[in-house]
Nanobody, 127 residues
Framework: QVQPVESGGGMVQAGDSLRLSCTAS????????IGWFRQDQGKDREFVAS????????IFADAVKGRFTISRDRAKMTAYLQMDNLKTEDTAVYYC????????????????????WGQGTQVSVSS
């Protein structure tokens, strides 16, 4: 069992960058796929990106492809979401989620596949 903790949100201008961190302390961190989701006011929570336990498989939503990258550091038990060329439509609360799996390449993309969720971190992008 893990408790993901997000950090790194903030207020930026369009075109700027931010890096979100998700720490999920576990001796078996590599057995957790990590996903990032976001939810803006009045909208449904949407998938942003996910990375398999090994880090080999990564999936991105079309809205962020080419602008966001995802990575993970096993030693730090942390996953990262690097967000470049931010747009106003990226404004949302960003959530990190973890899914325990022994399938090394599994990379869930739907919220109901994840077992553990962080509290979220606000990202606000102004024009």
């Amino acid at each position: 069992q893990v408790q993901p903790v997000e950090s790194g949100g903030g207020m930026v201008q369009a075109g700027d960058s931010l890096r979100l961190s998700c720490t999920a302390s576990s001796p078996v961190f590599s057995n957790y796929a990590i996903g990032w989701f976001r939810q803006d006011q009045g909208k449904d929570r949407e998938f942003v990106a996910s990375i398999s336990g090994t880090g080999v498989t990564q999936i991105f939503a079309d809205a962020v492809k080419g602008r966001f990258t995802i990575s993970r550091d096993r030693a730090k038990m942390t996953a990262y979401l690097q967000m470049d060329n931010l747009k106003t439509e990226d404004t949302a609360v960003y959530y990190c989620a973890a899914k325990y799996t022994l399938r090394a390449m599994k990379t869930p993309t739907t919220a109901d596949e994840y077992d553990y969720w962080g509290q979220g971190t606000q990202v606000s992008v102004s024009s």
